[in-house]
């Protein structure tokens, strides 16, 4: 709190990731007048479905000069619980950046992580429960595929369920958890792999789902709000149910694709085009685009 305070002697604006940090933007502005920006991600949603915190955090809302999400769900939610006039929200998408290696980089990368050549799907993200993984275990219980899991270990418990599945399913020889990995091992993990999918519960806008498709692989995801806004099903990706049903659906959307590979080309075609148009710059431009709107209506009510 004192070092926001000591900040805004030199800050003309506060731009506060995560809604709990606004605590302290919020008491600076009612200090020093200094506004701030708010921007939310998939974690702030959650906090909100606590009433206690969002009742801590209303005035946080109410008082920000903008509010920014990466997922357009999340602002139609704020709008309506905080009752924030549209001018002051707006949904700027994360960019998309992923190194596309050539295939005898490829083929290095295979030995030096000690994978054998072979049929991978790829997931990325933290193994927890939301994130579906057990899904993915029988999913690999029934396609003659590998699975890659490229993410944090952050609940040794479900982990452990996990491993004692992969046990029962006879899968352990195509089943690879890599723990977390640098951003530009994942490019590797994606370019090996042919499918990605993710039968998450809750998303923001996942980063990992967006760089699968700019590489150029199908994705098949859970049908939820965060997938819907960044898949159109059956064109850019597919959706699919986040239970066993969706595990069978999975299973006949690979079988379908491997027998078919010209839809497979057509899907990753028109996924790859979609996601390469949200560039950082573009994102940038748009976050340039709210500065100035902010700062200018300040210095006017200062006058």
Known sequence: MFQTLSASRSTDLFLVNWSINGLAAYIAKKITR???I????GRDIQLLKAKFIKFLLSAVFK????????????????????????????VIENGVSIYLPKEEEVKEFLKQEGL?????????GTVVPRKGVELLLELIGCIN??????????SEGYYSKLLERVKE????????????????KV??????????????????????????????KVVIASDIEAHREVIKDGETGFLVSRDLEGVRKAKEIIERLDSDNREYLKVSEAAFKWARRFSWE????????????VLGSDLAESR
């Open 34 to 36: 200094k506004p701030y």
């Open 38 to 41: 708010l921007v939310l991600r």
């Open 63 to 90: 008082n920000a000069s903008f509010i920014i999400s990466v997922n357009k769900g999340f602002i139609d939610k704020i709008k309506e619980d905080f009752s924030i006039s549209q001018d002051k929200l707006a």
């Open 116 to 124: 054998e050549e072979g049929r991978y799907i790829a997931f990325v």
């Open 145 to 154: 595929y590998r699975l890659l899991i490229a993410g944090r270990i952050a």
């Open 169 to 184: 399913l006879g899968v352990g020889s195509r089943v690879v958890f890599k723990g977390a990995v640098s951003p530009f």
């Open 187 to 216: 490019s590797f993990y994606l370019a090996v792999s042919r499918y990605y999918i993710s039968f998450s519960n809750f998303e923001g806008r996942p980063n990992a789902l967006m760089e699968a498709l700019a590489a150029k």
């Open 282 to 293: 573009r994102s940038a431009k748009k976050y340039i685009e709210v500065f100035k709107k």
